[in-house]
């Protein structure tokens, strides 16, 4: 299956997958959206805030260093729904 460039747009944040890449966002109990596959992070100016095959995207609002996961989930006492 060809798949189209994806693109996640979130508050200021945008997220762009390759062409043809397979990207996965799985949330974690009681923690971040961990995300697998090749993507690219960009802020709202376009600058590259980061590039990888593993990420962890904040779904807590706690994180010191958005939009990823610092760890802030475990002092707040963040419980995901499912
Ligand atoms: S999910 Fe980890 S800091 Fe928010």
């Given at each position: 299956m060809t798949k189209k460039l994806q693109t996640y747009e979130a508050d200021s944040i945008t997220a762009t997958s390759a062409p043809g890449a397979s990207v996965t966002i799985r949330p974690s109990k009681d923690g971040p959206l961990l995300v697998s596959g090749t993507v690219r992070v960009e802020s709202e100016d376009g600058s590259l805030l980061q590039e990888g095959d593993k990420l962890a995207l904040c779904r807590?609002?706690?994180?010191?260093?958005?939009?990823?996961?610092?760890?802030?989930h475990r002092k707040i006492g963040y419980r995901s729904k499912r």
């Open positions: 807590c609002g706690g994180t010191s260093n958005p939009p990823f996961c610092d760890g802030a």
